[in-house]
């Protein structure tokens, strides 16, 4: 499945964070960060292996109507949920393995963890039609 934007696969974001079952894995990401530019590649090659989850991409300046409040202190930084439900909220170092490694060990997680709630927001955010 290919990586879901903001911008232009709203309908698709809005299926995935309404599917409870469904893992979500959003990175914050900026044009100008050369980091970002560079783990695209790797985050795409991850959600190519994960076809069950979706992954979602939102520039932070471009997307910022999406993103809220969401407090981005440095890239990438992720956002993981089960449907709506949020399972893990931070910085990730850009490496595909790692995030690869992180996103296979919070799959088989219970919903629960506490985020702050511009995180628990977004899919309420991403969903509105």
Do not use: K
């Not at 409870?20 to 590649?41: D, Y």
């Not at 989850?53 to 999406?66: G, H, L, R, T």
């Not at 170092?93 to 996103?103: D, K, S, Y």
């Amino acid at each position: 499945m290919p990586i879901l934007t903001a911008t232009t696969d709203r309908a698709a974001i809005g299926e995935a964070f309404a599917d409870p079952q469904r893992l979500v894995v959003v990175s914050f990401c900026a044009a100008w960060c050369e980091t970002c530019n560079e783990f695209r590649a790797g985050y795409e090659r991850l959600a190519t292996a994960r076809p069950h989850a979706a992954f979602v991409w939102i520039d932070i300046e471009d997307d910022a109507e999406w993103a809220g409040d969401i407090d981005v202190e440095n890239f990438p930084t992720l956002a993981v949920y089960r449907g709506s439900m949020p399972l893990h909220f931070g910085v990730s170092l850009p490496q595909e393995n790692v995030v690869g490694r992180l996103i296979d060990a919070l799959d088989g997680q219970p919903v629960g963890r506490s985020v702050h709630e511009a995180v628990q927001a977004l899919p309420h955010r991403l969903s509105e039609g």
